[in-house]
């Protein structure tokens, strides 16, 4: 079992960063493939920004490359997103995720991959 809880949301002015973190518990965190997820009112959760398990491949969303930078701590069980330049269509609940084990490619963009949830944390962005 896997619990993870993210941390790090706010409320920001357009223009501005934050950094979402994502702590896991457990002994295997370093095995699984990490993911990051958002939905907007309104709207269907959509993929973010993913990374493997070794740290080596990472992916994103076109609308969030190069201003989001996905990152990970094996040694701290924990999974990062720095994200900058920030706008109000980034506006979102942002959730984190964990793969059963090691996973990687452009599939980790597919929600169906992940088999445990954090709760998410809110960011909004105001304009």
């Known amino acids: 079992q896997v619990q993870l809880v993210e941390s790090g949301g706010g409320l920001v002015q357009a223009g501005g960063s934050l950094r979402l973190s994502c702590a896991a518990s457990?002994?295997?965190?370093?095995?699984?493939?990490m993911g990051w997820f958002r939905q907007a009112p309104g709207k269907e959760r959509e993929f973010v920004s993913a990374i493997t398990w070794n740290g080596v491949s990472t992916y994103y969303t076109d609308s969030v490359k190069g201003r989001f930078t996905i990152s990970r701590d094996n040694a701290k069980n924990t999974v990062y997103l720095q994200m900058n330049s920030l706008k109000p269509e980034d506006t979102a609940v942002y959730y984190c995720a964990a793969t059963p084990g090691p996973a990687g490619g452009p599939f980790l963009q597919q929600q169906r991959l992940y088999n445990y949830w954090g709760q998410g944390t809110q960011v909004t962005v105001s304009s």
């Open positions: 457990g002994h295997t965190f370093s095995s699984r493939a």
